[in-house]
């Protein structure tokens, strides 16, 4: 294994690939299989070419080249980061001994459904998204969304590989159904929930970049520190793109709001719709639809199953080497959210059993960073009005508030009240007829959308009006 990418195989990777005929060949029986997915399923604008980067090296400098290149043609790959050869489990029972590298016996069904679980949600996204290149607000957007696609794809590639490689025949029957489920399947729905909703507008993609990839960034951090150890060096490269993603979600959002800002001041009114940009309310309810069913993807407060994952050392903790403690919780407990005779509190559990309320937490607050950064725009420009996150028992579907109802800041409502209340929260049939309204394609160089400011930098160094999309 080396930290250079092999270009010159069928299947671009860095795991001599070459070197294990059976594999290659499987690999390379699916590999038509995907593409037909990528034309069947993947985005629907028909394009010449795209700047994009493809992944050259999994090292810390120079990992990624830049250049035109026609979608289809890109070079999915398999990447893993390199490999620390004296790796060892750093937690659970296992702490201390070496890293597997092959799949023990007695873990092999868990570590192969934590993959598929991931594996699904990778497609699942290009598909909700494959409508959006019609409506994209700039060339620099467009290149964007098509950035976070191919690299889907290649997390695809990535789960895929690894099912391929170590789960046998099972693994390569999972590794077809995942092109055989699609978001929003009637007879084969993709796994989770929030990856069966369509992404209708480009508010919707940023908030979806910004919160729901960000929830797919924390379970990655959660395998990156699996024993299972491809499955760490796999996740581990899919961070590094993932980042990309991260920043079209916090940077897109932060243009909306700024340029509603600055209509705000420009004509001096809260009233921004008669000039065409998105109200900061709107913008609330956006927020606070995608935070509260991104939350929900994190499942129940308390789980014995994810406890187990832990203690076998399938799945750690977010940044587990950098937690203080035993690393294997077996006296420790926590506080979790709980509903305790009707009413919204916290209640003491093993930690164990409490790790995805320690991840949903994580996850929080590097979710009120945005936030902040966002806030930081509204107070630049003299607003007293600012975002925030809803309360955590907000419009939950899933875990210990599913069954009642609240407003943003957490005050309990009669059914009654929320059905009255809701469209003052949540996105209403007239906010989403608005904000789709406003979805022009804007594919000339060098122009924007009216409801969204410029970026501050173009990609790699390139400026705003670059040619980032040939169309066709
Ligand atoms: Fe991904
Ligand atoms: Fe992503």
Redesign the pocket.
Known sequence: MTATADYTEKIPNNVDLRDDRRLQRALESWQPNFLNWWESMGPRLPTEDVYLRTAVNVGREGWAHFGHVAMKEYRWGIFLAERNQDRRIAFGQHKGEPAWQQVPGEYRAELQRLIVI?GD??PA?VEQQRNLGATAPSLYDLRNLFQ?NV??G???W?MVYLLHAYFGREGREEAEELLHRNSGSEDAPRILGAFNEETPDWLSFFMFTYFT?RD?KYQ?GTLKESAFDPLSRTCEF?LK??AH?MMVGTTGIDRVVARTVQVMKEHDTDDVVAHGAIPLNVIQKYLNFHYSVSLDLFGSETSTNVANYFTAGLKGRWSEERRRDNHRLTDDSIMVDALTDGDIGQTEVAALVGLNTDLRREYISDCQNGVNRWNVTLDDAGLEQRLRLPHVAFNRKVGAFSGIETSPNGEKLSIDEWNRRKDAWLPSAVDKTYVRSLMKPVHERGKIAAWIAPPRQGINGQPFDYDYVHLR
Do not use: F, I, K, W
């Open positions: 991931q949600t990778e996204s976070v690299e889907e290649r997390h695809l990535a990839d797919g990655l899919m793109e993932e993603h």
